[in-house]
């Protein structure tokens, strides 16, 4: 087909195109900027260039086809879009997970589906003496994402969360003090848990405790409260980031914000 006769074919389409059809498009072209606005901090992004090179040139090749009339080639750029897509969401399906996550802490959700609070005081007075006796220890507090992988890595205690439990796990020369426990709700639900390890590049100063800690906040949406063997300092791991150092009372202050607990509320789970 000759140049004239795939513009002219281009007018009539857009010639013929109304209103609804104008805010359809502007409707879709609202879904892919949000899409591409979440990714674009993303820690794929040579994926996601690639991706976007393969999108742009697919849909080129289908806007020839339609106008060329190519019927044949047409429908299998189709049926390759689907296969696009489920690639799509598998590349950024970390990030998918943390979009949702975010939505999920709306406050509107957060009242419709309430959890029981984490066991702040606890964790923070077994840090605290943990620290002072420079005994590591690792305690990952689950918010949203489902930590049961992990959990199934360790083993299942299924206790009240006490700081006295706490400490007793993380005593040198027990069996489960070299992992981490994971808590879930207001239950320590178990320990000597393995987490992935970060690819970041983090002080040398910083040992397998803390690069399991920031990769379990990389990963998850989990709050990682790390006591260092070597120096007993504190650090505490969310959203990727590693805080340190910590003192009990700033602990305490961020572990609360971080679980949305009224100050007056923080013992409310201790029994």
């Known amino acids: 087909m000759d ?82 897509v ?10 998918f997970k943390k979009a949702l996550t975010d939505y999920g802490r709306m406050p509107i959700f957060r009242r419709l589906f309430r959890q029981e609070s984490a066991p702040i005081e606890e964790v923070v007075k077994a840090a605290a003496r943990l620290a002072e006796k420079k005994i590591g220890a690792l305690i990952c507090l689950e918010r949203e994402n489902t930590l049961r992988p992990y959990i199934e890595t360790g083993t ?3 206790s009240l969360v006490t700081a006295e439990l706490l400490r007793t796990v993380f005593a040198m020369y027990t069996p489960l003090h070299d992992g981490a426990v994971i808590v879930r709700g207001n239950r320590m639900a178990a320990a000597g848990c393995l987490l ?3 690819e970041q590049e983090l002080s040398k100063d910083l040992g397998t405790r803390h690069r399991a800690a920031v ?19 504190i650090s505490l791991a ?34």
């Open 86 to 95: 489920l690639i799509f969401l598998i590349v950024f399906q970390s990030e």
């Open 196 to 198: 992935p390890l970060t």
């Open 3 to 84: 140049q004239p006769s795939i513009f002219s074919n281009l007018i009539s389409l857009t010639a013929g195109m109304n209103f609804r059809d104008v805010i359809d498009i502007l409707m879709v072209s609202l879904v892919f900027f949000l899409l591409f606005n979440m990714l674009r901090r993303s820690r794929s992004q040579t994926a996601l260039r690639g991706l976007l090179i393969v999108l742009s040139t697919t849909l080129v090749f289908y806007l020839v086809t339609l106008l060329a009339e190519l019927n044949a080639t047409k429908a299998l750029i189709t049926r390759l879009w689907v296969v696009i």
């Open 156 to 158: 299942v205690l299924d």
């Open 238 to 271: 969310v959203d990727g980031t590693l805080h340190r150092p910590e003192t009990p009372d700033s602990l305490r202050e961020k572990l609360l914000d971080l679980f949305e607990i009224d100050e007056e509320d923080g013992d409310g789970e201790e029994s």
């Open 215 to 233: 990769g379990m906040a990389e990963e998850t949406d989990a709050v990682v409260v790390v006591v260092s063997e070597e120096t007993g300092t």
